[in-house]
């Protein structure tokens, strides 16, 4: 494939790395060292991590989806012709769902030759969710119109698009930079990862400390553990990350006999160490999950056995293996049993942990940068063609 000049078209910033911004990113890498130009077209960003950043806009932060995050403020004409302006682009790839005061003003300036795909990466936490997306995709229609060709990250976040923008969406995965993790694995060292493990068995939990991500169903398994002796008793746990709930997090892992830290957050450069001393890497988020990278992370640093609770965004990343997956919905007490008994089975039989952890490294390879990025450039000439032949 020719050399192309690519914009990716974000409306939050580059300066933390959340799934889209790890997205884009990996993508950009793998896309730059094969040659092709790429550009970053993003709402506010003081650090860029990457060269070709240009920042349109402010950003203000609200609650969407169970998350914070950041929306853009709108982008000035000024702002959108200067990164425009500087040579003509072969693709704009907006990541979706967009704003119309940053990503949609851009789509709107792109030149007619240029061909534009957008990503899809989200899946609703319920009504109220999937009514705000509806109601932005019909702000966004003319803009959706000039859209070439759809993408989305899994199943369910191509029917949040089809729901949303009646758009039709090929399903590529998240890319993940497995060799990149590899190295970054082995750069820190194995004094490091057995700092992280401790003496005992460790699970580990990573994420942000709210409702959704399931932190808290994690301590109602460990303390039913803990009262049925189904848990070792010099079990090590590691809870890492920030948000709201951390502090009752802390109150009630009090009443657990066995040692839990919380770290908080977790450099990008030392998360691979503290997934690869993970006998088991856990993630009970009940949903609002288009795909489940942090786990593929935790698969491809080294964690032994990965589990995830089962909504539809992990089990399409997991393959629907229902030995990794464990209910997240019901009575909190059936929960928190399923996931203690679950904890159990693969701290304490070493044949099935060891036969799930194969099967979980077996699927990196459908999800490695090298693999996804193909995929991605086929759908860039598709949309070239089709622009070609309007011209």
């Known amino acids: 494939m020719r050399a192309l000049k690519i914009g990716f078209v974000f ?18 890498h793998e896309l730059t060292r094969r040659g092709h130009e790429v550009h970053y077209l993003v709402g506010q960003t003081q650090h860029p991590p990457v060269e070709h950043v240009h920042s349109l806009s402010r950003n203000i932060m609200v609650s969407f989806n169970g998350n914070r995050m ?3 403020l709108w982008a000035p004409q000024r702002a959108i012709e200067t990164a425009l302006g500087g040579g003509h682009f072969d693709i704009l790839h907006v990541q979706a769902p967009y704003s119309p005061f940053l990503a949609g003003r851009v789509l709107k300036r792109a030149e007619a030759s240029t061909g534009l795909v957008a990503t899809y990466h989200i899946a609703p936490t319920g009504r109220l969710q999937m009514l705000a997306g509806q109601a932005l ?21 191509a029917r949040y698009a089809q729901m949303t923008a009646g758009a039709q969406a090929i399903v590529i995965p998240n890319p993940v930079d497995v060799s990149g993790l590899l190295e970054r694995r082995q750069a820190v060292g194995s004094d490091r990862i057995r700092a992280y493990r401790g003496p005992g068995p460790h ?6 400390f709210v409702p959704r991500k399931g932190a808290q169903t994690l301590i109602d398994a460990l303390l039913f553990g803990q009262e049925h002796q189904l848990l070792p008793t010099n079990l090590h746990v590691t809870m890492a990350g920030r948000g709201p709930l951390l502090e009752d997090c ?21 998360k691979p160490a503290l997934l690869a ?22 698969i491809a640093s080294g964690a032994a056995v990965t589990l995830a609770g089962d909504n539809p965004g992990y ?9 990794a997956l464990f209910p997240v919905k019901g009575q909190q007490q059936q929960v928190a049993a399923g996931l203690a008994e679950r904890l159990s089975r693969a701290l304490r039989e070493p044949v099935w942990a060891q036969a799930l952890g194969q099967r979980e490294q077996q699927l ?28």
Not at 11 to 28: A, C, E, K, R, S
Not at 137 to 157: C, K, Q, T
Not at 203 to 208: A, E, N, P, Q
Not at 277 to 295: H, N, R, T, Y
Request: glycine share 10%; proline share 3%; aromatic share 6%.
């Open 250 to 270: 802390r109150r009630q892992a009090s009443s657990l006999s066995y040692q839990v830290d919380f770290p908080g957050f977790v450099s990008e450069e030392d």
């Open 277 to 298: 001393s993970a006998d088991v890497a856990v993630f009970p988020s009940s949903g609002g999950e288009s795909f489940g990278i942090v786990l593929l992370e935790a």
């Open 203 to 208: 699970i580990v939990f990573l994420g942000r």
């Open 70 to 72: 950041r929306i853009p």
């Open 137 to 157: 995709g019909l702000l966004n229609a003319r803009s959706h119109r000039r859209i070439d060709r759809v993408i989305a990250v899994s199943p369910v976040a």
């Open 315 to 323: 089990r399409s990343t997991l393959a629907d293996d229902g030995d």
């Open 364 to 391: 990196l390879g459908r999800y490695d940068i090298k693999t996804v990025v193909g995929q991605v450039e086929a759908v860039y000439r598709q949309a070239i063609e089709l622009r070609a032949g309007m011209m």
């Open 11 to 28: 409306d939050d910033t580059l300066d933390v790395l959340d799934g889209v911004q790890q997205h884009i990113l990996t993508l950009g």
